[in-house]
């Protein structure tokens, strides 16, 4: 009698199933997300410098920045948590949000210097310091909202790769949300402390665009490996009930 299908590592209907998931493979996504979180906090520090002098004073800088990123982020994670619900590949679909970050993060700067002297024809000549902020914040924050919305829409997709249902789902999110801010912590030291220093802000703000970039290309490839697993983590196997006629001790 030959093996059912199940057995021999194929699905029923004849295709080969998808290889399981290593237990290498949760510690990669990690890395790549903690990369992320480094190259969101670069760009912060980039954003805050650029506008610094856009508006001649760092509280309005800071400011735009901030409310930017948790605009953006709330709202990329209430997007992408509905659409990642129905994704096939979570890994594909962040790998395309990473490449969107990287490309979008490429041209902010080219905007920002674009839309900035736009401010005064819109408030007049002679409006006050606050009113010509008031609009320049007004015509930057959109730009920075798109990588920022992209941003938060990658922790709600790498979520879905915990698999539905899984007794330790909170812990495996807090697991993401962990190595993300230590990325973010890394980052943000790196770019005071090295990048800004030796690279300056455009080459600062390419390596972290590459950084998004081969942060994508290398979930894509897993994606493409794993062949759209769900879920990346080991399910503990629930232990079978004895047979019916079996003694209890």
């Known amino acids: 009698m030959s093996e059912p299908a199940a057995a021999r590592g194929a699905s ?24 992320s979180g480094a190259t969101g906090l ?9 506008l610094g002098l856009v508006f001649g004073h760092t509280v309005f800088a800071v400011t735009t920045v901030l409310a930017a990123f948790m605009l ?3 709202l990329g994670s ?14 594909r679909l962040y790998a395309a949000l990473e490449a969107g970050i990287g490309l979008t993060a490429l041209v902010v700067p080219v905007l920002i210097s674009t839309v900035a002297p736009l401010a005064p024809a819109l408030v007049g000549a002679d409006a006050s310091p606050l009113a010509l902020s008031g609009a320049q914040f007004g015509l930057i924050l ?17 979520v879905r790769l915990t698999g ?13 949300y962990a190595a993300n801010t230590f990325g973010a912590v890394a980052g943000v030291a790196a770019a005071g402390f090295l990048l800004l220093p030796a690279l300056g802000n455009r080459g600062t703000g390419h390596l972290a665009a590459g ?9 894509w490839i897993l994606g493409w490996r794993m062949g759209g697993v769900p879920s990346l983590w080991h399910r503990r196997a629930s232990p079978s009930p004895p047979p019916a006629g079996a003694a209890r001790p």
């Open 12 to 35: 029923p209907c004849g295709a080969p199933a998808p290889p399981a998931p290593s237990r290498a493979t949760p510690a990669v996504v990690l890395a790549l997300f903690a990369i």
């Open 42 to 50: 670069v760009y912060e520090v980039l954003w805050t410098r650029a």
């Open 72 to 74: 953006g982020l709330s």
């Open 78 to 91: 209430a997007l992408m948590g509905r659409l990642a619900r129905g994704a096939g590949d979570p890994l």
């Open 142 to 158: 959109p730009i920075l909202l798109v990588p920022t919305a992209l941003m938060g829409g990658t922790l709600p997709v790498l």
């Open 164 to 176: 539905e249902g899984t007794e330790r789902l909170g812990v495996r999110a807090a697991t993401l």
């Open 211 to 219: 950084a998004n970039l081969a942060v994508g290309a290398a979930a």
